[in-house]
């Protein structure tokens, strides 16, 4: 199933190469709590988040991006000035300086979604311990619209999404 939603994304992101600004266009359409967002740097043909994070940040948002240190993600302040570093899995992270944050809004990365808030990820688990830990009050998954499917297989450790944004709309889940 991965490797068939890397194909399907993949084909979304040369279809869509402005998908970022579609997302940007959308900041009205979530109930955003005041707080971080922790975004995620874009990587194997993901939708670009910054333009929407650049737009929270007008709002008055702090923003942040994940740090993967050992088998765990820290979401480390970020701004569009930070240096970031190389980090694992071809990832760009904030340095070990920036401070860490507790975010109240997470942007996901995914491979797959279904309407019921499931999503199919890298498979490594970064994420689902990550908001397991301190959970955000709002965990956004960030896809496009091609990557929708009937449903993703999930375990009981798997935490669902609270919204969905695509190029084409956000998603509620109920």
């Known amino acids: 199933m991965r490797a068939t939603a890397r194909a399907i994304r993949r084909s979304a992101a040369a279809q869509?190469?402005?998908a970022g600004a579609h997302?940007?266009?959308?900041?009205?359409?979530?109930?955003?709590?005041?707080?971080v967002v922790a975004g995620y740097w874009p990587i194997d043909h993901e939708i670009d988040p910054?333009?929407?994070m650049n737009v929270l940040a007008g709002l008055g948002h702090d923003l942040a991006l994940p740090a993967i240190e050992g088998s765990a993600i820290r979401f480390r302040r970020w701004n569009p000035d930070l240096v970031l570093e190389v980090g694992?899995?071809?990832t760009r992270q904030p340095?070990?300086?920036?401070?860490?944050?507790?975010?109240?809004?997470?942007?996901?990365p995914l491979l797959a979604f279904d309407r019921a808030g499931r999503r199919l990820g890298f498979g490594k688990g970064y994420y689902d311990r990550?908001?397991?830990?301190?959970?955000?009050?709002?965990i956004?998954?960030?896809?496009?619209?091609?990557?929708?499917?009937?449903?993703?297989?999930?375990?009981?450790?798997?935490?669902?999404?609270?919204?969905?944004?695509?190029?084409?709309?956000a998603i509620r889940v109920s």
Not at 23 to 35: E, I, K, Q, S
Not at 130 to 138: M, T, Y
Request: glycine residues 6%; charged residues 20%; without cysteine.
């Open 130 to 138: 990550a908001l397991a830990g301190d959970p955000p009050r709002l």
């Open 140 to 169: 956004v998954g960030i896809a496009f619209a091609a990557q929708e499917v009937p449903r993703v297989p999930s375990e009981d450790h798997d935490v669902r999404l609270d919204w969905i944004m695509t190029e084409r709309q």
């Open 23 to 35: 997302l940007a266009a959308r900041v009205d359409a979530l109930p955003w709590p005041p707080g």
């Open 95 to 108: 340095p070990a300086a920036a401070p860490v944050v507790i975010p109240s809004v997470v942007l996901v």
């Open 88 to 90: 694992p899995l071809g």
């Open 50 to 52: 910054r333009p929407l």
């Open 16 to 18: 869509t190469p402005n």
